[in-house]
T-cell receptor, first 114, second 109 residues
Framework: ETGVTQTPRHLVMGMTNKKSLKCEQHLGHNAMYWYKQSAKKPLELMFVYNFKEQTENNSVPSRFSPECPNSSHLFLHLHTLQPEDSALYLC?????????????FGPGTRLTVT | GQNIDQPTEMTATEGAIVQINCTYQTSGFNGLFWYQQHAGEAPTFLSYNVLDGLEEKGRFSSFLSRSKGYSYLLLKELQMKDSASYLCASMDSNYQLIWGAGTKLIIKP
């Protein structure tokens, strides 16, 4: 595997379900990010981790819970989501956060909340 | 507030040249990024400008004017595979990327 991978690629869940999104980067980077991309809207930064420590939480509702066990893996745990949470969730990594290093993106998980 | 403006959609002809404009207002500035995103795929890095002027990279060039809060992406010798969304993002004083909504570029034969 190379680059940034995300699983699953597609997910349909009910509002009462609990699910997790997984991201893995094979680039040796130290920073990882979660973004939300809704149709025709700008990417919204959700969370940033640098060396496994969370450095940013952009006022994300608590129904989204990130986890970063090591610099290569990032999870987004989902519970009691709302239909407006349906979107493409993108994971990215970079050498370090807090720098102008370019970010490398995974293909995303297309989430539909019913 | 912080804001990035770029056109929603543009159409161009194969073989031609197209310029995608982006204006930005951010709290501080640490550079301007352009990314390309094909439908259903990951955004991929195209260019980074932090100094005024034009950066050329093959068929793609990117320009920055810091005094005007303005950038453009220039695509030459358009190919059908260039049909994609082009995302402009400004990096603010906290090194966070502030993104535009993207410009969908449609290439016609």
């Amino acid at each position: 595997e190379t680059g940034v991978t995300q699983t699953p690629r597609h997910l349909v869940m009910g509002m009462t379900n609990k699910k997790s999104l997984k991201c893995e980067q094979h680039l040796g980077h130290n920073a990882m990010y979660w973004y939300k991309q809704s149709a025709k809207k700008p990417l919204e930064l959700m969370f940033v981790y640098n060396f496994k420590e969370q450095t940013e939480n952009n006022s994300v509702p608590s129904r989204f819970s990130p986890e970063c066990p090591n610099s290569s893996h990032l999870f987004l745990h989902l519970h009691t989501l709302q239909p407006e949470d349906s979107a493409l969730y993108l994971c990215a990594s970079s050498q370090l956060s807090g720098t102008s290093d370019e970010q490398y993106f995974g293909p995303g998980t297309r989430l539909t909340v019913t | 507030g912080q804001n990035i403006d770029q056109p929603t959609e543009m159409t161009a002809t194969e073989g031609a040249i197209v310029q995608i404009n982006c204006t930005y207002q951010t709290s501080g500035f640490n550079g301007l990024f352009w990314y390309q995103q094909h439908a259903g795929e990951a955004p991929t890095f195209l260019s980074y400008n932090v100094l005024d002027g034009l950066e050329e990279k093959g068929r793609f060039s990117s320009f920055l004017s810091r005094s005007k809060g303005y950038s453009y992406l220039l695509l030459k010798e358009l190919q059908m595979k260039d049909s994609a969304s082009y995302l402009c993002a400004s990096m603010d004083s906290n090194y966070q990327l502030i993104w535009g909504a993207g410009t969908k570029l449609i290439i016609k034969p």
